[in-house]
């Protein structure tokens, strides 16, 4: 076991902490800051550097101590907030950041920019406070109400301490001890699985062994006692909390160590760690009740469970099929089974999904930078942020949300004094907004920014070489930006306007299932609309048969199901036929043709119309026979094969066969170009796209 | 791999010999480096892929993996592509990606040593030159040795979407 082993667990943890602390920040209100809050941002710091000690991460220690004795101040109200403090401090958790990958990349950090945010954090303690920052250093103390805080000059200067490690395993123990060995001089060490103590004199103050060692152990593993220092101002502070049922554990098992073999005068100690260290952790949002799991063990379960309904329903198959279905107990145990694979799949799938805060948390920072970069006023609201996605969705989610965001502010919202001029408030407003629509959600980003300009986007076209027409609808010509290398922005700014981007965002969007639209208004803003599925990896499917085959329709694209008439059907000179369902006449598709199914059924009047919509575009879809709806686990083509047109996935039936997911927008493409192909004697086209020689 | 594997490759990197899982199609046999190979199973329940070439005959279920299916006699026309309850697949393991290949038949595990490999001749063979290594000489048997990484990951075999497709 080498120490390296933890290095994941802290730069997870410090990744946490900076989010954490950058989100307080942000949130800080400069003439009334929240003590809470300001004390949120302390501890973050405090507990990094901590970690940085232990691992020997001078860099990230060194800044993490400058800030930390700053935010001290701040927290004590002898530092008066400003804005451009907080930015200040915004501008060192970046640097923070950047020191983390570079250890996490196993390098160091850079030390010009290590000297140039020290010289900065130095030089605004020297103005603001007029102490030298490091060498005043206050004793970083982590209770969150001041009035409990203890600040004896004991916990500043060290002195001898027990450390009581309770059921920490062996190897963790050895570990730990080398590690108190680095901090100070291990006196002596002594005891058993249960409870080891270690007595060590250190010049630190308890809580940084604490910060230490619980980069190791969990907190309630550890029981920390200073050993003849004066106890009392911290007893009293103790005192009101020790009542609590854990803590009176904690403090009954210290006691227990003390009577062994310690002088009583540090009885009180024990408690006062305890209350101390639970009365800090409340606010940061129970740590003790989740647990870190790797996503690849969280996507083997959801394989499995994936698995064991398919199992479920092959049962479920078998039993009708035979006589033994018959049996009223197989039938009841049957039916419990199948409820509770189904309860089960959603429990597991629960796991994965993760709010939207995740992702708008990152935006307040980004907004705020860059709106001041341009010299605009943005103020930017969330909404829905407790709406949750699929992890993995949520993360391939960002890159494009940051870019639709890059563009209201840069292209989208207008500066402060044009805005005035075209009547409307000084300040922009930019919404993100996220809501669950079915089995989709939906994301919003919405600007009240200048909208966008008809002539110039078709301008812009026809000298990029795209067809485009005046007649165009407005919101054709606003679906022009999705197209390759089209960018209107006057000038190239590295905000935005380099012409690649929207294209990429609408690729990347369609490639998680979804699909983006734009809707503006000139002078009013610009709305974009990005529709996702929930999660990529079940889908509630409806079975249809075709021929001999079977395939899955996406229900949430399926509107009806229809057998039509003679009198609906109505057969263009190209071959097109459409069907009338009420007042619409809708293009149809049958799945025979565009998939080449062999022996199925060719008489649309004897066939099904399944009604379905995607991207906007509404047809029939011609099948033989619909089966029944059965959620599925989606399994993907492409981990061994390739994309194949006109289908999105594959799953397993219940028999253990494959049946392929259709693409609802895809297959329509899909017969347009076999169409095109016969119509145009191309046969050899579309092979060649799928076979390339 | 596990250290029985890991210890025949080892031997066999040292005295130049090579495991080889011997298969036939039609009339000639073929052989693949045994490491590439994960498992053999019988031709069953494959669903069809609409607008693929005839080669592919589709996607199979390996417990819970979506995995294609590929016939190599019709690929090169090698022999006459019969369904039956002899005809099995061979599932390998290449680039990452787990592929089925449809074999007439599979005979047996042999280990060639490097005299028994010789080049293979220019022309004359029913694989293009490129997927073969080699001819694997076995007492009056002559083995194709295929490169079997190389031909399934080949544009023609148009299993893998070419980057920046």
């Not at chain 1, 026809?462 to 609808?473: C, E, F, Q, Y």
Request: charged share 25%.
């Amino acid at each position: 076991m080498d120490i390296t082993d933890f290095y994941d667990t802290f730069f997870e943890e410090a990744d946490e902490l900076l989010a954490e602390m950058e989100t307080h920040l942000l949130d800080l209100d400069v003439d009334q800051p929240d003590q809470e809050r300001l004390n949120a941002i302390f501890r973050a710091a405090h507990s990094i550097k901590g970690g940085a000690g232990t691992f020997g991460f001078e860099a990230l220690q060194r800044t993490t101590h400058l800030l930390e004795n700053l935010l001290d101040y701040a927290r004590r109200g002898e530092l008066q907030l400003r804005r451009d403090i907080v930015d200040t401090f915004l501008e060192a958790k970046d640097m923070l950041n950047d020191q983390l990958d570079a250890y996490r990349q196993g390098g160091e950090p850079d030390p010009e920019a290590l000297e140039r945010i020290c010289e900065t954090l130095r030089r605004l303690a020297l103005e603001e406070i007029g102490h030298h920052a490091e060498a005043d250093a206050p004793a970083p103390t982590p209770a969150s109400k001041p009035a409990a805080e203890p600040e004896p000059a004991a916990a500043v200067g060290g002195g001898r301490y027990q450390v009581a490690l309770l059921g920490v395993a062996d190897k963790d123990r050895a570990l730990l001890i080398e590690e108190l060995g680095q901090l100070g001089e291990v006196e002596s060490h002594e005891g058993d699985v249960e409870q080891y103590r270690v007595v060590m004199k250190t010049s630190l103050s308890v809580d940084d062994i604490e910060a230490v060692m619980c980069f190791i152990v969990e907190p309630e593993q550890l029981s920390i006692q200073a050993l003849d220092t004066p106890a009392e101002p911290v007893a009293e502070a103790a005192a009101p909390q020790a009542g609590k049922a854990e803590q009176t554990e904690q403090a009954a098992q210290a006691e227990k160590a003390e009577t062994a073999d310690k002088p009583a005068d540090a009885k009180p100690a024990a408690p006062a760690k305890a209350a101390g260290k639970s009365a800090s952790k409340a606010p940061a949002g129970g740590e003790s009740t989740s647990i870190r799991v790797p996503v690849a063990k969280v996507d083997q379960i959801i394989n499995l469970v994936g698995e064991l309904i398919i199992t479920q329903s092959m049962l479920n198959q078998v039993a009708e099929d035979s006589d033994t279905g018959k049996d009223t107990g197989l039938v009841t145990g049957l039916n419990l089974l199948q409820r509770t694979a189904r309860d089960l799949q959603e429990a597991v799938m629960s796991v994965r999904m993760v709010p939207m805060d995740y992702v708008f948390s990152r935006f307040p920072r980004l907004v705020r930078d860059l709106a001041s970069k341009l010299g605009k006023e943005v103020e930017l609201v969330t909404e829905g942020k407790s709406t949750e996605l699929d992890k993995g969705l949520t993360e391939r989610i960002i890159d494009p949300l940051t870019h639709l965001v890059r563009n209201s502010l840069d292209h989208g919202i207008e500066t402060p004094d044009r805005r005035e001029a075209a009547g409307k408030p000084r300040t922009g407003r930019l919404l993100l907004s996220a809501q669950h629509q079915g089995g989709n959600i939906l994301i919003e980003v919405i600007d009240d920014g200048a909208g966008l300009n008809r002539e110039k986007l078709l301008a812009k076209a026809r000298s990029s070489g795209l067809s485009v027409s005046d007649s165009m609808s407005d919101d054709e010509v606003w679906q022009l930006i999705f197209a390759p290398g089209f960018s209107t922005a006057e000038e190239v700014s590295d905000v935005s306007g380099r012409g690649v981007g929207m294209d990429v965002v609408k690729r990347n969007i369609q490639s998680m299932g979804g699909h983006v639209e734009i809707l503006s208004k000139p002078g009013q803003g610009t709305t974009t609309r990005i529709v996702l599925p929930l999660t990529l990896a079940i889908l509630d499917g409806m079975s249809i048969r075709v021929g001999g085959e079977t395939f899955i329709l996406p229900v949430s694209a399926v509107i009806e199901s229809l057998q039509p008439s003679a009198d609906d059907l109505y057969t263009l000179a190209g071959g097109d036929t459409l069907l009338k369902v009420r007042e619409d006449y809708l293009p149809v598709v049958a799945v025979h043709h565009a998939l080449d199914v062999a022996e199925a059924i060719t008489d649309p009047t004897r066939a099904i119309a399944v009604i379905v919509q995607g991207e906007g575009r509404r047809y029939a879809v011609l099948v033989d026979n619909l089966i029944g709806q059965q959620q599925v686990v989606v399994k993907n083509l492409e981990t061994n094969y390739r994309k194949v047109p006109g289908v999105s996935a594959a799953t397993i039936l219940g028999d253990g066969s494959v049946a392929l997911i259709l693409d609802v927008s895809d297959l329509h493409r899909l017969a347009q170009s076999k169409k095109d192909n016969r119509i145009f004697g191309n046969v050899s086209h579309l092979v060649e796209e799928i076979e390339p020689s | 791999m596990s250290n029985a594997t890991a210890l025949q490759h080892s031997i066999a990197a040292e005295t130049g010999s090579q495991e080889f899982l011997v298969f036939s199609l039609g009339e000639e046999e073929y052989a693949i480096d045994i490491l590439k190979v994960q498992e053999i199973r019988g031709y069953e329940n494959v669903t069809r892929i609409a607008n693929a070439p005839d080669f592919i005959k589709g996607v199979a279920n390996l417990r819970g993996v979506i995995v294609p299916i590929v016939d190599l006699r019709i690929k090169f026309r090698l022999a006459e592509a019969n369904y039956d309850e002899q005809t099995v697949v061979i599932v390998v393991n290449i680039a990452d990606r787990v592929v089925g290949i449809v074999v007439d038949r599979v005979s047996d595990v042999m280990t060639l040593t490097s005299e028994q490999r010789k080049p293979a001749p220019e022309f004359g063979l029913s694989l293009p030159l490129d997927y073969i290594h080699g001819l694997g000489n076995l007492d009056d048997r002559m083995l194709v040795l295929v490169d079997i990484e190389k031909l399934l990951t080949s544009e023609e075999m148009a299993l893998v979407e070419e980057a920046g497709e």
